[in-house]
């Protein structure tokens, strides 16, 4: 097993609060966006959409749009060039079981907004003009939209996808403990379908170098997958492909897998052996990936003192026709609570819409904003506080993996500080019992929980004789502060200041690393780059000793610390020698490492990983008027060792806030007669504003972890899990109303 | 967006003239609505004219009351001293709409001629008769959430989205409009029209008349008013229902009272009756409900929206109350007054 250990012996700039390095770039626009990126010989493609959910393309017209001027071609299913032929070359690495959808692949018509036509011209306006000219005309069938329509047919998916735990098999009997149970609740929740909506629509830049060679510019989370996935679908050798993506303006899942956009910019560009840019449009952010819904319920028996002694949590989620795919929503309850009979399932319905995709925190989302109001209701059932009643059943081993104990789980110290920051021991619980002048006043919490996982990751290090470090692989900075903390880790690994230190992502031809998603990039990449600059130091460690009359003759690695951009004997500082003196005496320019992070088998086999949050929140409401207001969020989180305090804080209030959105606001409204979103513009579909948020706390409890060598467990999805369900509570607490569908918007509350 | 012509108009005439001879011509000021609308495909105009430089942007003392040049954009006007001062329920209005961004841009003739909120208005894959008329209205039995409560027809059940208007009906303002036949002053609450069998139509304004300047009477109802604005978050978004009040009062009994009625109506919604049974009674709960229960006694809701007629009956009590307690919403502190 790796030891714990910190990355050189004593933490300059790991653990302290850093701005992004990348802020001056973002806020002065020198950071480029796919979109942003151009060529001499660049042309627009703007998608045409399809009206109708369900049907045939019975004829296209695309003469008007042709007879454009500047129009240099449409694309549809009828004229584009063959791509692969077989499912397996479109699935990227991301992808659930089935076949992936393919733009401008025949006459059907699979979904509301699929792709049609691409309308290429020599600027945007034109071809903007164009697409409303081609005539599209459908042989129309009904949709079906709505997963309750479809319940009964719902299946278990009979091919797993990948790194999606299935439910675990049940154990005890659920269902007799539920009978037999002197309390019993069962109640069903729902959540509103929601898109991600990052600020920056999904674009891509392909330019066209000739000789049937690409530099791609794509709005991904990951370049490898776009780069294998344009081999794969166009035939290609990855090495005529290079794929690059230095800023991501937000994805929270919706780019992880390539989407038509760059399907359709690479088809044209190959077409027409010229670079073409594809950006779709704010109303086209929704014709792909999204937060499916799901129909769920969840039963729980319990002693009177609200010990579980029955626990089911079925869900069936939505899903397309042509993809099967799948999240965790109803394992949680299984890994957070103690009870011996447990019933956990979970199958898929299919509907006449794009295959939903990963949006922040998968499936806990989902789940345990059911099982976090369920168990808030059996506080209130059995007379039992909140936060006891969680003690009360607490969990110190996973359930869910046949009961692997978790290699660290600091739940306890969230709930402990998070109630002391946030004053839980002032609450009256019975409902509507506190109020402020006219408004009740509700205090909720709940926990949040979300996997901490582990990806193998390769990343690489080059030391110049200039002192100057570059550090990097293909990883996508999504808008975390992956550069920060990179550059962080790099330069306590050589003992550098910071600004000697400069990390590149999102570009092919770095070493690969997986997606950023799952909240893995920091455990990840963040143990590459250790290992690689590590590997760096060793090298430069033997030509510094290799020095005539070295200071650090005869000491062995371990004994050294690298720190001020000097090797140093860790008991005796006054003998030491610089890095570039190390380097220009070897008569080296550069130094390079390419090394890489797996998962630790010994760790996993013996524990499994979870990071946890306890979420506190409060809500005044004006009852009459049906107008809520969330003023304070106090989320303690335990997430391993914290490498930046100040970008970790953003990841957990980016998170507390889209978890208010979920809450609140978020609800993509589906027609189901046309089988189409119809508030699909960010007027209609309603995230949080400024006025929307109060203050939001942010506790990182201490929490010392093995899993990697860095102790990181990752914060990307942690902040949003459980904050819909402590809102949920809150309105209870406040109202006396439960709130189990959401968003929680004045109609409901009236 | 389609192609079009653009002409820029130096005077009123020379817009009116330049309305007369084109196809599909539409004015532009300010454009945060019609630009949008022309992304979307749904407003195809062949010839923009240009009327920013008319010389429309002041705002001047006017029989009494204020004229507001068309132009005048919704952030000065806001901030105007004398509408602070005299008119701070149109002031508070304009403020609950919009963004500060979208505010220093639009004009007040634009933000009377702004267009529905509707979904499917705003999806040419849809029907929609008010887009197209005699396709239909799909929002009659599907998403309707947001829509009409008050004065729909089966043509249409759609929404003025304007909270600056709702003010502006409730002071009874004028509209002044210059046209191929001259001048006329239109009483605001004949300005926008129900949508009945021509949904198509939002207002009373002919071909080719364009406004010129909306003029405010003496009375402003500073002492004792509110704009009270409900919505699906607490800032940027349109009304699900708002209520423009102003009273005066004489002792603890309403002298005179004005109510109108956001987001509930293809126009600002006001209640004659409503507001006559408020005269000479006491400012009290029980008077603001017999009135609220009034205005809402001629609600039809839809399928979706029927919680907007509750919320409209307490909106218009609270609203009410605000008003004659002197504290009006705030619009800067989201908690409800």
């Known amino acids: 097993m790796t030891q714990h250990f910190s990355t050189t012996g004593h933490d300059t700039f790991v653990g302290s609060p850093r701005s992004r390095v990348d802020g001056p770039a973002k806020v002065t626009g020198l950071a480029k966006y796919a979109a942003e990126f151009t060529a001499s010989d660049l042309a627009h493609g703007y998608v045409v959409s399809s009206a109708i959910a369900k049907g045939r393309i019975t004829r296209i017209d695309a003469r008007a749009a042709e007879a454009v001027p500047g129009v240099v071609k449409v694309l549809t299913h009828e004229n584009r060039d063959r791509t692969a032929w077989l499912d397996y070359n479109y699935q990227d690495a991301v992808a659930p079981p089935g076949s992936p959808f393919r733009a401008l692949y025949d006459d059907a018509i699979l979904y509301s907004g699929q792709p049609v036509a691409l309308v290429i011209a020599e600027d945007f306006e034109t071809a903007r003009y164009a697409a409303t000219l081609v005539r599209v005309k459908y042989d129309t ?97 990855k090495d005529d492909v290079r794929v690059m993506n230095p800023y991501l303006g937000g994805g929270f899942g919706s780019g992880l897998r390539p989407q038509y956009q760059l399907f359709l910019a690479m088809l044209a560009a190959r077409d027409l052996k010229r670079s073409v840019r594809v950006v779709l449009t704010r109303d086209q952010m929704w014709t792909f990936s999204y937060r499916p ?33 799948q999240e965790v929503v109803v394992n949680w309850a299984g890994v957070l609570y103690k009870c011996d009979n447990v019933a956990l399932t979970y199958k ?60 660290s789980k600091a739940l306890k110290s969230c709930f402990e500080q998070g109630a002391e920051r946030f004053g839980w021991a002032k609450r009256t619980p019975e409902p509507r019992s506190m109020r402020d002048g006219r408004e009740l006043v509700g205090w909720g919490m709940a926990t949040g929980v979300w996997e901490s996982m582990m990806m193998q990751t390769n990343a690489r290090a080059v030391l110049t004789a200039d002192g100057k470090l570059e550090v990097g692989n293909t990883a996508g900075e999504i808008g975390t502060g992956t550069y920060t903390i990179l550059a962080q880790i790099a330069a306590d690994s050589l003992g550098l200041p910071m600004e000697d230190v400069t990390t590149k992502l999102g570009d092919t031809s770095l070493p690969e690393a997986p997606v950023s998603g799952g909240s893995w990039t920091a455990a990840s990449s963040g143990t590459a780059v250790m290992k690689a600059c590590r590997s760096v130091a060793a090298q430069v460690f033997v030509l510094a000793r290799q020095m005539e009359a070295s200071p650090l003759a005869n000491v062995d690695f371990e004994r050294v610390v690298f720190a001020d951009g000097r090797i140093a004997v860790a008991d005796d500082p006054s003998r030491s020698v610089s890095l570039v003196e190390a380097m220009r005496a070897g008569g080296m320019d550069r130094i390079e490492a390419v090394e890489s992070a797996t998962p630790d088998k010994d760790f996993n086999s013996a524990y499994e990983a979870y990071t946890h949050s306890a979420v506190f929140v409060e809500v005044k409401i004006d009852e009459e008027l049906g107008q809520v207001r969330l003023t304070r969020v106090v989320s303690a989180i335990a997430a391993g060792k914290i490498l930046n305090p100040k970008t970790a804080r953003s990841q957990i209030l980016g998170g507390v806030v889209m978890g208010i959105g979920s809450a609140l606001e978020e609800e993509s409204m589906m027609d189901h007669r046309l089988g189409r979103f119809m508030n699909h513009n960010l007027g209609e579909y309603h995230v949080p504003v400024n006025a929307d948020i109060y203050d939001i706390d942010v506790i990182f409890v201490d929490e010392e972890d093995k899993a990697n060598p860095l102790g990181v467990k990752g914060l990307g999805e942690i902040g949003i899990v459980g904050t819909a369900a402590a809102i949920a509570n809150a309105v209870f607490h406040a109202t006396g109303k439960r709130m189990r569908h959401l968003p929680i918007t004045v109609d409901k509350l009236l | ?69 068309a132009l005048v954009t919704n952030a000065a006007l806001a901030y105007d001293a004398r509408v602070g001062e005299r008119y701070s329920l149109l002031r508070d209005a304009i403020l609950a709409g919009a963004s500060a961004q979208l505010r220093n841009a639009a004009s007040t003739g634009g933000n009377l001629l702004q267009r529905t909120r509707c979904y499917y208005f705003y999806d040419t894959a849809t029907p929609c008769n008010k887009r197209e008329p005699g396709t239909g209205c799909p929002a009659i039995g599907g998403l309707n959430r947001i829509h009409a409560i008050f004065g729909a027809s089966e043509a249409c059940i759609a929404t003025h989205p304007s909270d600056m208007c709702v003010a502006l009906a409730a002071l009874e303002a004028t509209v002044r409009v210059s046209g191929p036949a001259g001048e006329r002053m239109i009483a605001f609450a004949d300005f926008h029209r129900l949508p009945g069998s021509t949904p198509e139509k939002d207002t009373n304004l002919e071909p080719g008349e364009i406004v010129v300047s909306v003029d405010l009477p003496e009375t402003g109802y500073a002492r004792n008013y509110t704009y009270l604005k409900l919505r699906d978050r607490l800032s940027y978004a349109f009304a699900l229902v708002s209520v423009a009040a102003g009273l005066e009062l004489d002792g603890d009994r309403v002298k005179t009272a ?32 017999a009135a609220a229960d009034l205005v809402v006694a001629e609600a039809k809701p839809q399928s979706e929206n029927g919680f907007k007629v509750e919320l409209a009956r307490r909106a218009i009590v609270r609203g009410l109350e605000q008003a004659a307690a002197g504290t009006p919403q705030s619009i800067t502190d989201k908690r409800i007054q």
């Open chain 1, 141 to 237: 069938e009904t949709p079906v939209t709505d997963v309750r329509q479809v319940e009964d047919e719902a299946y278990v998916p009979p091919k797993k996808r990948n790194g999606i735990k299935p439910p675990p098999k049940p154990w005890g009997d659920a269902d007799a403990a539920f009978d037999n149970a002197p309390i019993q609740l069962r109640q069903d929740y729902r959540l509103a379908i929601e898109h991600h909506n990052p600020m920056e629509p999904h674009a891509s830049t392909v330019v066209y170098e000739g000789d049937g060679k690409y530099t791609v510019y794509d709005k991904i989370q990951g370049v490898s997958n776009s780069q294998a996935y344009i081999a794969s679908v166009f035939g290609l050798k």
């Open chain 1, 293 to 325: 819904d799901a129909l769920q319920t969840v039963s729980l028996g319990a002693d009177r003192d609200g010990g579980l002694q029955a626990l089911r949590h079925d869900a069936t989620g939505a899903t397309s026709h042509f993809e099967d795919y």
């Open chain 1, 348 to 407: 898929l319905a299919k509907l006449d819409t794009h295959t939903p995709s990963d949006m922040r925190a998968p499936g806990a989302v989902t789940g345990v904003f059911a099982i976090e109001i369920a168990m808030d209701e059996l506080a209130y059932e059995t007379g039992v506080d909140p936060i006891a009643l969680r003690l009360r059943n607490y969990s110190d081993v996973d359930a869910t993996a046949g009961g692997k104990l978790f290699g």
């Open chain 2, 1 to 69: 967006m389609n192609r079009f012509d653009y002409v820029r108009a130096g005077t009123v005439a020379e817009a009116v003239q330049a309305y007369g001879t084109a196809d599909r011509a539409r004015f532009i000021a300010g454009g945060t609505n019609l630009v949008d609308l022309m992304k979307y495909d749904v407003e195809r105009p062949g010839r923009l004219i240009d009327i920013t430089r008319l010389p429309l942007d002041a705002i001047e003392d006017h029989a009494g009351g204020l004229r507001i040049g």
């Open chain 2, 258 to 289: 004005r109510l109108a009625l956001g987001g509930v109506a293809h126009k600002p919604w006001r209640n004659r009756e409503a507001e006559a049974l408020l005269q000479g009674k006491p400012a009290t709960r029980e008077t603001f409900q």
